[in-house]
């Protein structure tokens, strides 16, 4: 399913911790979706990581107040946007990356497993032919500790499989965006029950994340509040592996597995799913419009 399992903390990951990027969160409070826009301190360079595209599913109407929150915040600092970053492909909220990119320029990316999520929804949606499989529809497919330079800043690409065969933490100097690999401490980690995803590649997964120096600042892509509490996105990997509930130090990986695939079985569909899925597979295209220049979703019945 996946080809690069992280072999655990044995596998260093060389980290540059006196780059200090400059970090801002956008919540979504729709999907508690965190978007980031990541700027290089000794540069006008930036990049985005997740954006979000606001979709009325009830109406079938995409609009994009979210997106256009990312874009006035580069457009007001006169930032230039090297990057689109897409940490997975998400299965609860749309991609706007090509919409900020039609107005900011910059290259989307995504980790090169991506085809093999694009093969499993691409069958689960019967895609047909015109849909290729193989990550043509992004600009760059990040291979396992890649590099790419955002301004004078060198960011990496770590495999970090498990939620998704895709899924990708990126780490730019003292910052790594880890996407659904890990939640805030308290929030414990995401579901691994998504058609290619594997609680136990996910746990090896979570312990290369980890095995970072332990005051690498870490960066959620979602925060559902837990207990009614603040929305919060940011924490360390000490912070991490001292009290993470369902993934601190001495939490085995067995026991881990355990616990995650009792907690899948409990949990319902992301309700974005099914718009999400066929988006995000496209780097955030809208599927092809037919004859008539109209665009449809498709819902597959008792398909997923
Ligand atoms: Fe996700």
Redesign the pocket.
């Known amino acids: 399913m996946v080809d690069s399992i992280p072999t655990g903390p044995s596998e260093a990951v060389l980290t540059r911790m006196s780059l200090k990027p400059e970090v801002t969160g956008f919540f979504d409070p729709e999907t508690n979706t965190i978007s980031y826009v990541v700027k290089d301190p000794h540069s006008s360079s930036c990049a985005v990581i997740d954006s979000v595209m606001d979709i009325d599913y009830a109406a079938g109407r995409i609009s994009h107040a979210a997106a256009d929150k990312l874009i006035a915040h580069i457009r007001e600092r006169g930032l230039t946007l090297e990057w689109l970053i897409e940490t ?1 492909a ?3 909220h749309l991609s706007a990356a090509p919409y900020i990119q039609e107005r900011l320029g910059g290259k989307i990316g995504i980790g090169e497993h991506i085809t093999v999520v694009q093969d499993v929804f691409g069958k689960i949606f019967n895609e047909g032919t015109r849909f290729q499989r193989d990550g043509s529809q992004f600009d760059a497919l990040f291979k396992d500790g890649e590099t790419y330079s955002i301004g004078t800043m060198q960011a990496r690409a770590i495999a970090t499989p498990g ?2 065969p895709a899924c990708m933490t990126h780490i730019i100097g003292n910052a790594a965006f880890v ?2 690999t890990l939640f805030m401490p308290d929030g414990g980690t ?1 579901r691994a029950d998504f058609p290619g995803g594997d609680a136990r590649v996910l746990y090896r997964s979570i312990r290369k994340v980890l095995s970072l120096p332990g005051e690498m600042r870490l960066f959620m ?1 979602h925060d559902y509040a837990p207990g009614g509490r603040e929305i919060r996105f940011e924490t360390t990997v000490a912070e991490e592996r001292a009290s993470n509930i369902h993934v601190r130090d001495g939490i085995t990986e067995d026991e881990f597995v355990q616990m995650r695939a009792s907690r899948d079985r409990t949990l319902g569909m992301p309700k974005l799913i099914i718009p999400s899925i066929q988006v995000n597979i496209r780097a955030g295209n809208l599927p092809e419009p037919d004859e008539d220049g109209k665009r449809f979703l498709k819902v597959p019945l008792n398909g997923l």
């Open positions: 997975h998400h299965a609860d939620h998704t996407g659904d995401a892509c």
